[in-house]
C-alpha cells in the first residue's frame, strides 16, 4: 500500500526561493501546494514547478481556511514578502501590513484548524549594522530597516506561539540567494530588479546600465561584500529543516551562509571570467542602508541539520544564473 505524500502549503511559492523549494520537495517525496497572489511572484514559474496552485490572499482568513481544509497540510513555509529595503523605508505601513499583519493571520488560521509545524524565511537583515563577522544566530538584532525589522516581529511571533501553543517552527535568516536551478527551468525574475547578479549580468549582455555602489567601504576593494548562497542549497536547507521538525524538533533558528564573501568587484570579474563578456559599470555613491561585509557563521546549521552548501561557489552560482537568464531575456 503507498503512502499519501505529505502536503506542504508553500505561501509564497511563485517567488525566486519559494518556486525552488516547490521543486527540491516534490524531488523529495512531498506534495507542495503554491499559495500565492502573484503580486510579486510569477505565474509561469508556479507553473513551470508543476505543483499545485491556490492563488489569493495571505490577509483572507476565509480563503485561507479554504485551502487548509482542502488540503490538510502538514506544515506551511512562509516565503511570501516583500523584500525592498528602500521601499520599506518608504512604506512601512504597506511592510508591516504584508509581512507582519498576513503572515499573523495565516499563523492564526493554522492555530485555528491545528496546523502545527511553520518553516519561515528571515533574513540577515534582522542583524542590521553587525558588531562582529562572520555573524553567529545569537548576534544582537537591532534591524536598520522596516523591511528587517518586520521580520524580526515575526520571529518573535513566533517564539511566542511556541511557548503558548506549541507550534513548531524553523527560521532561516537567509544572507544573499543566488543562482538558478541547474537545468534553467526556473530562476530568478523581480521587478524591479535590483540585486547585484542580475543587475550585472544584463549589463554584460543588453548593455543596459550597471552602478557599483560605493568604492570607499573599509574593505579590500571598497566595495560591500555579501555571502551568495545557491538558491538550491537554499531550498534544500528548508526541506532538512522540514524533516527534523518531522523528527520532533520544536524550534529551530539556523543562518543560510557559506560562511564566505565576495565583494561587488569579484562578483563583476567572476560574471565576466564565466560570460566571456564585459560588464560595463560605473561607480556610484553607496546605496542608503548597505552594511559594508554580511557573512554567516554557518555552524549550527551544518551541525543540526547537516546541511552544507553544494552549489555555493561563485562560479556555480553565476553560471546557474547565467543559462537561466540567457533563457528568460531570450538571447540566443
Ligand atoms: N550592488 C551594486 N549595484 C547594484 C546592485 C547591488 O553595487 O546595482 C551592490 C550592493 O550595494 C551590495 C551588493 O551589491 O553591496 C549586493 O546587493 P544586492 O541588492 O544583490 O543584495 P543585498 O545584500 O542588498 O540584499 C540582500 C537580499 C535582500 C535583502 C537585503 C537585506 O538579497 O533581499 O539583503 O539586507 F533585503
Redesign the pocket.
Known sequence: MSEKSPCILIAGGAGYIGSHAVLDLKSSGYQPVIVDNFSRGNKDIAELTGAECEEGELSDCAFLKKVIKKYNPDAVMHFAAW?Y?GESVSQPERYYNNNVVATLNLLSTMRELGVGKFIFSS???TYGLPEAIPIPEDAVQAPINP??SSKLMVERILSDFNAAYGLQYTIFRYF??AGASSNALIGERHDPE????P?ALSAAAKGTP?????TDYPTQDGT?I?DYVHVDDIARAHVLGLQRLEAGEEKGIYNIGTGSGYS?LEVINTIEKVTGLKVPYEVADR?AG?PPE?IAKAERISKDLKWHARHSGLEEIISTAWAWHRKDWDLT
Open positions: 523584500t529595503v533574513t540577515a537583515a523591511y528587517g544573499n540567494a535590483t540585486h547585484l547578479i543587475l550597471f552602478k557599483v555602489f560605493g560591500c555579501r561587488v546605496r548597505d554580511l
